[in-house]
């Protein structure tokens, strides 16, 4: 299944969402003034990269399931590769269905975020996501989509759909 052709159709304004009271977080624009908050979500962030620190490693991620390259080289987000065993209708922080990477100069893959993916057929509504209201879900063909930009900052927010620092 191509995610290219999924993009195309976005029924969500992306370029319209700005989040609002962020602050840095781990080096990460994210949060809001909510102390108590702020603690579960950087405790979530920090759980997902704990989850997928082995995955950073393209050659793992790649023997381990995340091989199917959906979307070729998207402006501003990357390769897109997904573990379809992974895809179903619901949320799990700590086990993201896509690994996104970027090729370096030297043709090396570079690990830059993850997605989720959540079947639209499985959940009608956006999923709950992560505590607070920052992540912001996307309808991409049948699925909604957040991603997380955990090891390259986003001088947007850490769950904006795009980051600006790849061409």
């Given at each position: 299944?191509?995610?290219?052709?999924?993009?195309?159709?976005?029924?969500?304004?992306?370029?319209?969402?700005?989040?609002?009271?962020?602050?840095?977080?781990?080096?990460?624009?994210?949060?809001?003034?909510?102390?108590?908050?702020?603690?579960?979500?950087?405790?979530?962030?920090?759980?997902?990269?704990?989850?997928?620190?082995?995955?950073?490693?393209?050659?793992?991620?790649?023997s381990l399931g995340w091989n199917d390259d959906v979307t070729g080289y998207l402006p501003n987000m990357g390769h897109h590769f997904v573990n379809w065993s992974t895809v179903d209708g619901t949320f799990d922080h700590r086990n993201p269905e896509a690994?996104?990477?970027?090729?370096?100069?030297?043709?090396?893959?570079?690990?830059?975020?993850?997605?989720?993916?959540?079947?639209?057929?499985?959940?009608?509504?956006?999923?709950?996501?992560?505590?607070?209201?920052?992540?912001h879900w996307e309808v991409i063909g049948p699925f909604w989509a957040l991603h997380l930009w955990i090891k390259l900052e986003n001088p947007d927010g850490i769950f904006h759909h795009t980051n600006s620092r790849l061409p």
């Open positions: 299944m191509s995610l290219f052709i999924l993009f195309a159709g976005c029924e969500s304004e992306p370029d319209s969402f700005v989040p609002t009271g962020k602050m840095k977080v781990d080096g990460f624009e994210c949060c809001d003034g909510d102390k108590d908050l702020n603690k579960q979500l950087l405790k979530e962030i920090n759980e997902v990269k704990g989850s997928v620190g082995k995955l950073q490693n393209f050659d793992v991620a790649y690994m996104l990477f970027v090729p370096d100069e030297d043709g090396n893959w570079e690990f830059v975020a993850v997605e989720y993916l959540v079947l639209r057929s499985e959940s009608p509504d956006p999923p709950e996501g992560f505590t607070g209201d920052l992540d």
